[in-house]
Each structure stands twice: as structure tokens, then as C-alpha cells.
């Protein structure tokens, strides 16, 4: 099976900065798109940024230039920078993956386990 780990969600105030960090792990044959996503209390999931095996990068209009999507293919880690942090951006940030497994013939979406993301105003 494929894991996806996250770190480096914490408490930041506004204006500040964050990097997210999320490796896969496992039987790993191919990563297709990465991606974060977020839920805030009260509301649905909700994209913030992707990017392609190939780093095409696609973001949420609430989060364009202010959050940059990165990975390192290699190392199969997907990062999210995230800076001028407002107090809207609090959520649970999800790392996703679209990935094949050794010895398959399918891409399936595999989901990390959040980390929470807070900005104090």
C-alpha cells in the first residue's frame, strides 16, 4: 500500500509563514498529480493547489500569490510554501496523490492524514 505522511502544519500568525511537507511511502511503481487540499470547521474539503508529475501547477484563486505547490519526483514529496498566512486560510490541510502500485494497473487517490494549519489575527 502507498502512505502519505505530512508535517510542518503549526500555529502562525497572520502575515506568516508555513511549509508543508508530504512524502509517499510504500509500494510506490508511479505518482501521478499531487495535490493539498483543506477543510476548515463547518465546511467542505476544498482544493487549494496541484501539480503534475510534469510541475504543472494549478491553485485556488483564494491562495494565488500567496501559496506555491512544489515536489521533488525523486524523492516522491510534495511541498506547499505558504506565506502572507490570513486567519481564513485555518484549516486541516490534506495531502493527496494519485498513485500506482507495484504489480497494478491503476492510478488510485490516496489521502494523507491532515495536519492542522492555524493563523491567529
Known amino acids: 500500500q502507498v502512505q502519505l505522511v505530512e508535517s510542518g502544519g503549526g500555529l502562525v500568525q497572520a502575515g506568516g509563514s508555513l511549509r508543508l511537507s508530504c512524502a509517499a511511502s510504500?509500494?510506490?511503481?508511479?505518482?501521478?498529480?499531487m495535490g493539498w487540499y483543506r477543510q476548515a470547521p463547518g465546511k467542505q474539503r476544498e482544493l487549494v493547489a496541484t501539480?503534475?508529475?510534469?510541475?504543472?501547477?494549478n491553485y485556488a484563486d483564494s491562495v494565488k500569490g500567496r501559496f506555491t505547490i512544489s515536489r521533488d519526483n525523486a524523492e516522491n514529496t510534495v511541498y506547499l510554501q505558504m506565506n502572507s498566512l490570513k486567519p481564513e486560510d485555518t484549516a486541516v490541510y490534506y495531502c493527496?496523490?494519485?498513485?500506482?502500485?507495484?504489480?497494478?494497473?491503476?492510478?488510485?487517490?490516496?489521502w494523507g492524514q491532515g495536519t492542522l494549519v492555524t493563523v491567529s489575527s
Open positions: 510504500g509500494s510506490i511503481f508511479s505518482v501521478n498529480a
Open positions: 493527496n496523490a494519485n498513485t500506482r502500485e507495484w504489480g497494478t494497473f491503476r492510478y488510485l487517490e490516496v
Open positions: 501539480i503534475t508529475s510534469g510541475a504543472s501547477t
